[in-house]
C-alpha cells in the first residue's frame, strides 16, 4: 500500500521542474534546489498516517484541517510553520497535483519561478506607503505612547522679544546698572602744560 501512495507522489513531484529526492529522516523526500517541498511519511513513529506533508499558504492549514479532519491533520515538527499533512488514501489524485504544485511554487526559488512562468500562491502583505523623513526620523516608542504624544498640544517656546519700534520706549535698566552709571567717576581732562618761560 505505501509503495503504491510512494509511486503516486513521486510521479507528481518528479514532473516539476528542478525536482530531486532522497532519503531524510528515513523517508523519501522531495528537493526544489535542496529545499524540502514534499516529505513522504509511512506510518511516521506509528501516527497510523500513510501521508505527505508540505507546506501551505499563510492561513490555510487551519481551514483545511476543519473543514474535512479526516483527510488533512497537523504534521508533527512542521505543523508549527504552517506545513499541512494529506492522508493519501482519502485525497484525489487532482486535488494531490495540486497540492503538491502549490507546494512546489512557495518553496522555489524566485529565479527558478520566473523561468517556468510560475506564480507564488501565498497572499503577499499589501504595500505600505513609505513613512515621511521625520517619522522615519522619530525614535522608537512603544505603540500607543506616540499616539497620545500627538493628542497633547505641542509646547511652543516663548517668542523673543523684536527690536522697539520708534514709538515705544526702551525697557528700564536694572537698578543695579542704574547704580553703577551714576557713580562712575568722571574722567578729569588733563591740562597740556606750556614750557616754563625762561
Known amino acids: 500500500m505505501s509503495k503504491k501512495q510512494l509511486a503516486r507522489v513521486r510521479r507528481f513531484c518528479s514532473a516539476l521542474p528542478e525536482t530531486s529526492e532522497r532519503l531524510s529522516h528515513g523517508e523519501p523526500t522531495f528537493f526544489v534546489r535542496n529545499k524540502v517541498f514534499v516529505m513522504f511519511a509511512n506510518n511516521h513513529h506509528g501516527d497510523g498516517h500513510i501521508a505527505v506533508w508540505l507546506p501551505a499558504p499563510a492561513g490555510v492549514q487551519l481551514g483545511l484541517i476543519e473543514s474535512t479532519p479526516k483527510t488533512y491533520f497537523n504534521p508533527p ?41 510560475a506564480t507564488v500562491v501565498s497572499p503577499k502583505p499589501a504595500p505600505t506607503r513609505r513613512a515621511s523623513r521625520s517619522a522615519r ?31 515705544e520706549t526702551p525697557p528700564t535698566p536694572p537698578m543695579a546698572a542704574t547704580a553703577l552709571r551714576t557713580s562712575r567717576v568722571q574722567p578729569v581732562p588733563i591740562r597740556s602744560r606750556s614750557p616754563a618761560s625762561t
Open 77 to 117: 515538527y512542521v505543523g508549527v510553520r504552517g506545513w499541512v499533512g494529506i492522508e493519501l488514501g482519502r485525497i484525489s489524485d487532482a486535488d494531490l497535483s495540486f497540492h503538491i504544485q502549490m507546494a512546489w511554487e512557495l518553496v522555489a526559488p524566485k529565479r527558478l519561478l520566473s523561468k517556468v512562468g
Open 137 to 167: 526620523k522619530m525614535p522608537r516608542v512603544r505603540r500607543g505612547v506616540r499616539e497620545r504624544l500627538a493628542d497633547q498640544p505641542r509646547r511652543t517656546r516663548p517668542r523673543r522679544a523684536s527690536s522697539a519700534s520708534p514709538n
